[in-house]
């Protein structure tokens, strides 16, 4: 795969015992003095989602219709995570802790999940993901190099339940709280 004057591969892991898997972007570039921005999503072309859950940076479950979501938006969500249901079950995505930001003294939600159609000026039919933002939180935060020939892992948990999005959420808490 490629994204600007990055290439490599896609890879995925799956663990043992646990219903997660994480899809990575394994990406190089030979460039000198480049940067790069995480921004990953998953276009629903062509079948839609019914329903997209979120727990608001507070805590607060927010669940809306796919039909109400006509206009892209940038969520602040707590776990960074969102989840889509579909007719035959639901998934949900999350980046991995630990490795989505760079280091701060402190935390804000800088809104880095996004949902809707037509995001980023893309002709996407739906789409959700999870997203860097330029100016980050509005500090001078110079962004960090990437050495040339080095990989570096733009990953992205997703998980699969038979169940709506609001329980596959829930299982997303559940099971990050269990790596603590």
């Known amino acids: 795969m490629s994204a600007g004057p990055f290439a490599g591969a896609l890879r995925w892991t ?15 570039t030979q460039r000198k003095r ?12 062509v079948t839609q989602p019914q329903q997209m859950a979120w727990n608001e940076s507070a805590g607060t479950l927010k669940s809306e ?17 969102i989840s889509a249901g579909f007719e035959v079950g639901s998934l949900a995505v999350f980046p991995p802790p630990h490795r989505y930001f760079y280091p701060l003294d402190f935390s804000d939600n800088l809104k880095t999940t996004w949902v809707g159609r037509r995001y980023n000026g893309h002709e996407l039919p739906f789409g959700f993901g999870i997203r860097h933002d ?12 990437v050495p040339p020939g080095t990989s570096q892992e733009l990953g992205r ?12 959420l829930q299982a997303t808490a559940r099971l990050t709280r269990q790596d603590r």
């Open 14 to 28: 799956s663990y043992a015992d646990n219903p997660f898997v994480l899809q990575a972007a394994v990406l190089a």
């Open 34 to 45: 480049t940067a790069f921005l995480y921004d990953m999503g998953l276009s629903c072309a």
């Open 65 to 81: 219709a796919v039909n109400e979501l006509s206009k892209p938006r940038n969520l602040a969500v707590h776990g960074r995570a």
């Open 134 to 145: 330029a100016g980050g939180d509005n500090r001078y935060v110079p962004w960090f190099n």
């Open 157 to 168: 948990f997703l998980l699969l339940c038979a169940n709506t999005p609001e329980n596959a």
